[in-house]
């Protein structure tokens, strides 16, 4: 156990639905990332927030909608998802964005149908 | 762009038997951040061992260790003494050192199996 952690762990949602992943973390960080792992593929970084602010959005279509309400909580709403969407969602945290050791969460495994 | 390539899919290993992953990278920076993460079926990416460019000297944490070839561009990882609970998927990682190049991109993993 690293101190992040993500709810739910197992997500089905179907393609018209509207669901939200949550991470948390109580380590004092003031960083925190998403990252996407799809089967067979390097982890994609999708969106970096640093003191609440996001710092960077890594091309990630818009169905995707992170929030991070303040440096302890980070959300990624998801809308109208497509199949290909289907992946683990990992969430990081560490001390500072530019911080080189990231601790992760255990991800969510999201299925879109 | 920097690339990280890991060439096993998969490997195995006796238990007590060392085994090795390889892993190389691709990148026009001198300074810069290697690592090696663990991902066992918890899902939970754990780092297991972190090397500066900087240092020539290869970085050891208990039973890992990293043959780091700066000039090859090359960082493999050993596994001594293998345990049951080191079978996971690895994943070798890189992040600059420079500025606010912060992404750590990482390789495609290794999955590593421990047999008894």
């Known amino acids: 156990e690293t101190g992040v952690t993500q709810t739910p762990r197992h997500l089905v949602m179907g393609m018209t639905n509207k669901k939200s992943l949550k991470c948390e973390q109580h380590?004092?960080?003031?960083?925190m990332y998403w990252y996407k792992q799809s089967a067979k593929k390097p982890l994609e970084l999708m969106f970096v927030?640093?003191?609440?602010?996001?710092?960077e959005n890594n091309s990630v279509p818009s169905r995707f909608s992170p929030e991070c309400p303040n440096s302890s909580h980070l959300f990624l709403h998801l809308h109208t998802l497509q199949p290909e969407d289907s992946a683990l969602y990992l969430c990081a945290s560490s001390l500072y964005w530019d911080n080189t050791e990231a601790f992760f969460g255990q991800g969510t495994r999201l299925t879109v149908v | 762009a920097q690339t990280v390539t890991q060439s096993q899919p998969e490997m195995s290993v006796q238990e007590a038997e060392t085994v090795t992953l390889s892993c190389t990278y691709d990148?026009?920076?001198?300074?810069?951040?290697l690592f090696w993460y663990k991902q066992p079926p918890s899902r939970q990416m754990i780092l297991v061992i972190r090397q500066e460019a900087y240092k020539q000297q290869n970085a050891t944490e208990n039973r890992f260790s990293v043959n780091f070839q700066k000039a090859a561009k090359s960082f493999s990882l050993k596994i001594s003494d293998s345990q049951l609970g080191d079978a996971a998927m690895y994943f070798c990682?890189?992040?600059?050192?420079?500025?606010?190049?912060?992404?750590?991109?990482f390789g495609k993993g290794t999955l590593l199996t421990v047999n008894p």
């Open positions: 927030y640093s003191l609440e602010e996001r710092v």
């Open positions: 380590l004092g960080h003031n960083a």
């Open positions: 990682a890189y992040r600059s050192a420079q500025g606010s190049n912060y992404k750590l991109t």
């Open positions: 990148t026009s920076e001198s300074d810069y951040y």
